[in-house]
């Protein structure tokens, strides 16, 4: 079963293809993305890689994580479940106390 990894802290330049080489050499890369601003394009220093097996992403943790890539210290760890964003309700004025629900 894949394993999707947060890497976190990369240098503005880093592609895709770069993540892919430098995953690749510990495994299987499924999926290699990088998050970008939707405006501008321009990378928000960070991105997901998929791995192909729970083995892989727990070797490419261990030996990734705190490695040098274009110059900048990287961050590897599982990534987490997106939050679901949080709803708010404004009452019929529009004005007064948010309620979460």
Do not use: H
């Not at 892989?56 to 900048?72: M, P, V, W, Y």
């Not at 760890?77 to 997106?82: F, G, L």
């Amino acid at each position: 079963m894949s394993k999707k990894l947060y890497v976190g802290n990369l240098s503005y330049e880093v592609t895709e293809e770069d993540l892919k080489k430098n995953f690749g050499e510990i495994g299987e890369c499924i999926v290699v993305n990088i998050i970008r601003d939707k405006y501008s394009g321009n990378s928000r220093g960070f991105g997901f890689v998929e791995m192909a097996t729970e083995e892989e992403a727990q070797e490419a943790i261990r030996k990734l994580n705190g490695g040098e890539l274009s110059g900048r210290k990287i961050i590897v760890q599982e990534a987490k479940p997106r939050k679901e964003p949080q709803k708010t309700f404004i009452g019929r004025s529009g004005f007064g106390r948010r309620e979460r629900f």
